[in-house]
């Protein structure tokens, strides 16, 4: 080699930049989206905790709770959530319809685990628990409606990404929204995991 040549100019592949992987970028800006939305979960919890026997003369938990409806509920968002991933399955077979389907069958399980919430909600305002009754029922009301407001959104994605899936098929963009998607429903399974146990269970003991 000639002095004063420069190393890298017969082997410049070596030194190159690979293309950015979109897709894993993107997937991995949602997952820290997701960790904030953690910390959310974390502050309502930790407020729960703290406010969970202030009941200022008002409904005990007792009189608010429904197990049967919180185990059915329970059955159908995880359902719901088997469902979405049945569905991804779909995706990485190429089959379109199957993906479809699944995702049908999670968009009921959902709207019939909101609607319940909503009935809950109703018949409890309807007999005067309200949140402005006691700091309890606040935090009763924001941790559980914080929860149903995600799956409301969720519910939504999916219809959005049926249409999509409908229309344009697996696309770059779609398979991006769809593992998004995916990630945002498992996510409130998890987050019910925790509702059920330290809104319901712990409160029961």
Not at 178 to 191: A, H, N, S, T
Request: net charge neutral.
């Amino acid at each position: 080699m000639a002095a004063g040549a420069d190393p890298t100019r017969d082997t410049p592949e070596l030194y190159s930049e690979s293309p950015p992987d979109t897709l894993s970028m993107r997937t991995f800006g949602f997952w820290l989206y997701m960790l904030g939305d953690s910390l959310i979960f974390t502050a309502l919890f930790v407020s729960y905790g703290v406010l969970q026997n202030n009941y200022a003369g008002g409904p005990t938990a007792s009189a608010v709770y429904t197990p049967f409806h919180f185990l059915f509920e329970s059955v159908l968002i995880y359902f719901s959530v088997f469902s979405v991933a049945m569905g991804m399955r779909g995706l990485a077979r190429g089959k379109r319809s199957a993906l479809m389907l699944w995702f049908c069958l999670a968009l009921a399980a959902g709207g019939i685990f909101l609607g319940i919430e909503i009935y809950d909600f109703n018949s409890q305002v309807a007999l005067g628990i309200t949140p402005l009754r006691s700091a309890f029922l606040s935090i009763y009301f924001t941790v559980v409606g914080t929860h149903g407001l995600h799956v409301a959104v969720g519910l939504l994605w999916i219809v959005v990404m049926l249409f999509q899936v409908g229309l344009k098929g697996f696309s770059a963009a779609v398979i991006q929204r769809l593992l998004c998607l995916e990630i945002f429903w498992l996510y409130q399974g998890f987050i019910w995991a925790c509702v059920f146990t330290f809104v319901e269970l712990w409160s029961a003991i």
